[in-house]
C-alpha cells in the first residue's frame, strides 16, 4: 500500500523502473515495446499472484515421498480492457496457462472522456473465479470503473485490476468506485493532461503495443 492511496500496491522492482524507461521512450521501436510490456506483465505477474491458494499434494522424488504444494485451482479469468489491456495477456498467460479470458471493450468519447461499452464476452462462471482486470493506462479512470461494474453485474466478488502506470486523479476516482478492489501499478505519475493522457506516460499505449501511430 502507499501513504496517499490507499488499496495500490506499487511494484517498483528495479527491473521493471529499468523496462518502463525505456517504454517511455518515444524512440523504442514497437517491437522492443510489446516484448517489453510482455516481460513487465510476467514480473508484475507474480506480486499480483502472490496470495494464489496452495493445496498438499503427496508425490514421490527420485528419493522418497513428500507432501508439495500445488495451486489449489481457484480458478482465474484475465480481463483485458480492449484494446491496449491485450499487451499484458501473453505474459500473464505464460504464468497461468489455464486462466480464462474475458474481453471488455470500451472507447473513450474524445469530448466528455465518459467510457462507452462496444464489446463484452466473459466466461459463464466468474462468481467462483479470481478475476484479473488488465489496462496498461489508467488515466481518469473512467473506463476501469465501468468495465470492474460491468464484471461485477456478472457476479465476480474477486477482482484485482492490474496497469503499468497510473495518474492520481484515476486512483482516486477508482477507489471512490471500488474500494474493495486493489490496484496493482508499476508507476503512480504526475498528472493527465487536457486530453486525459497520462503525465510524462507512455503515450497512447495502444498505438505503442500495436504500431498504429
Ligand atoms: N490511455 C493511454 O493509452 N495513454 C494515456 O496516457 C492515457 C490513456
Same mark, same amino acid.
Given at each position: 500500500?502507499t501513504?496517499?492511496?490507499p488499496?495500490?500496491?506499487?511494484?517498483?522492482?528495479?527491473?521493471?523502473?529499468?523496462?518502463l524507461?525505456?517504454?517511455?521512450?518515444? *524512440?523504442?521501436a514497437?517491437?522492443d515495446?510489446? *516484448?517489453?510490456?510482455?516481460?513487465?506483465?510476467?514480473?508484475?505477474?507474480?506480486?499480483?499472484?502472490?496470495d494464489?491458494?496452495?493445496?498438499?499434494?503427496?508425490?514421490?522424488?527420485?528419493?522418497?515421498?513428500?507432501?508439495?504444494?500445488?495451486?489449489?485451482?481457484?480458478?482465474?479469468?484475465i480481463?483485458?480492457?480492449?484494446?491496449?489491456g491485450?499487451?499484458?495477456?501473453?505474459g500473464?498467460?505464460?504464468?497461468?496457462p489455464?486462466?480464462?479470458?474475458?474481453?471488455?471493450?470500451?472507447?473513450?468519447?474524445?469530448?466528455?472522456?465518459?467510457p462507452?461499452?462496444?464489446?463484452?464476452?466473459?466466461p459463464?462462471d466468474?462468481a *467462483?473465479?479470481?478475476?484479473?482486470?488488465v489496462?496498461?493506462?489508467?488515466?481518469?479512470?473512467?473506463?476501469?470503473? =465501468?468495465?470492474?461494474?460491468?464484471?461485477?453485474?456478472?457476479?465476480?466478488?474477486?477482482?484485482?485490476?492490474?496497469?503499468?502506470i497510473a495518474a492520481?486523479?484515476g486512483?482516486?476516482?477508482?477507489h471512490?468506485?471500488?474500494?474493495?478492489?486493489?490496484?496493482?501499478? =508499476?508507476?503512480?505519475?504526475?498528472?493527465? *493532461?487536457?486530453?486525459?493522457?497520462i503525465?510524462?506516460?507512455?503515450?497512447? =499505449?495502444?498505438d505503442?503495443?500495436?504500431?498504429?501511430?
Amino acid at each position: 500500500m502507499t501513504k496517499e492511496f490507499p488499496n495500490v500496491q506499487l511494484i517498483d522492482h528495479p527491473l521493471i523502473q529499468h523496462k518502463l524507461t525505456i517504454m517511455r521512450d518515444k *524512440n523504442t521501436a514497437t517491437q522492443d515495446f510489446r *516484448n517489453l510490456i510482455r516481460e513487465v506483465s510476467i514480473i508484475m505477474g507474480y506480486e499480483v499472484l502472490r496470495d494464489l491458494p496452495l493445496e498438499d499434494v503427496e508425490i514421490d522424488t527420485p528419493l522418497e515421498k513428500m507432501t508439495g504444494k500445488m495451486l489449489a485451482g481457484k480458478k482465474m479469468c484475465i480481463v483485458p480492457i480492449l484494446r491496449a489491456g491485450t499487451g499484458f495477456l501473453d505474459g500473464l498467460l505464460q504464468l497461468v496457462p489455464s486462466a480464462r479470458v474475458g474481453h471488455i471493450g470500451l472507447y473513450r468519447d474524445p469530448e466528455t472522456l465518459i467510457p462507452v461499452e462496444y464489446y463484452m464476452k466473459m466466461p459463464e462462471d466468474l462468481a *467462483n473465479r479470481q478475476v484479473i482486470v488488465v489496462d496498461p493506462m489508467l488515466a481518469t479512470g473512467h473506463s476501469a470503473v =465501468a468495465a470492474v461494474e460491468r464484471i461485477k453485474d456478472c457476479d465476480a466478488t474477486d477482482i484485482k485490476f492490474m496497469c503499468l502506470i497510473a495518474a492520481p486523479e484515476g486512483l482516486k476516482t477508482f477507489h471512490e468506485a471500488h474500494p474493495d478492489v486493489t490496484v496493482y501499478t =508499476a508507476a503512480i505519475d504526475r498528472q493527465l *493532461n487536457d486530453h486525459g493522457y497520462i503525465l510524462p506516460g507512455i503515450g497512447d =499505449a495502444g498505438d505503442r503495443i500495436f504500431g498504429t501511430k
